[in-house]
C-alpha cells in the first residue's frame, strides 16, 4: 500500500521555524512529483510548494520563508519554513503525483499552528 506519513508539525511563536517531513512508501519514490499543499478553517486546500526534476516552486505568500527538499535515498520530502506568521496556520498536506498522472496520493496532514 501506498502511504505519505507527515510529521513535524506543531505550535510555534510568529517568527519562529519548522521542518516538515514527509515519509513515502509502497512508490517508486523517484519518479513522483512531490508537493505540500496547506488548508486553513473555512478555506480551500493551496499548493505551497512543489519539486519536479530538481525543480521548486513556491506559493507568493512563503516564497522566500519556505524550501522543499527531497532525499530520494529516504523517500522523503521537507519543508522548512521559517519566519513564520499566524497567517501560516494550517493543515499542511504532502501528495504525490505520478509524472504521467496515473496517480495521485494524499498525506493525512500535520497541523501548523501559529501564535503568540
Known amino acids: 500500500q501506498v502511504q505519505l506519513v507527515e510529521s513535524g508539525g506543531g505550535l510555534v511563536q510568529p517568527g519562529g521555524s519548522l521542518r516538515l517531513s514527509c515519509a513515502a512508501s509502497g512508490l517508486t519514490f523517484s519518479w513522483y512529483v512531490m508537493s505540500w499543499y496547506r488548508q486553513a478553517p473555512g478555506k480551500e486546500r493551496e499548493l505551497v510548494a512543489q519539486?519536479?526534476?530538481?525543480?521548486?516552486t513556491y506559493a507568493d505568500s512563503v516564497k522566500g520563508r519556505c524550501t522543499i527538499s527531497r532525499d530520494n535515498f529516504k523517500d522523503t520530502v521537507y519543508l522548512q519554513m521559517n519566519s513564520l506568521k499566524p497567517e501560516d496556520t494550517a493543515v499542511y498536506y504532502c501528495?504525490?503525483?505520478?509524472?504521467?498522472?496515473?496517480?495521485?496520493?494524499w498525506g493525512q496532514g500535520t497541523q501548523v499552528t501559529v501564535s503568540s
Open positions: 501528495k504525490a503525483d505520478h509524472p504521467w498522472g496515473l496517480r495521485h496520493y
Open positions: 519539486t519536479v526534476e530538481g525543480t521548486t
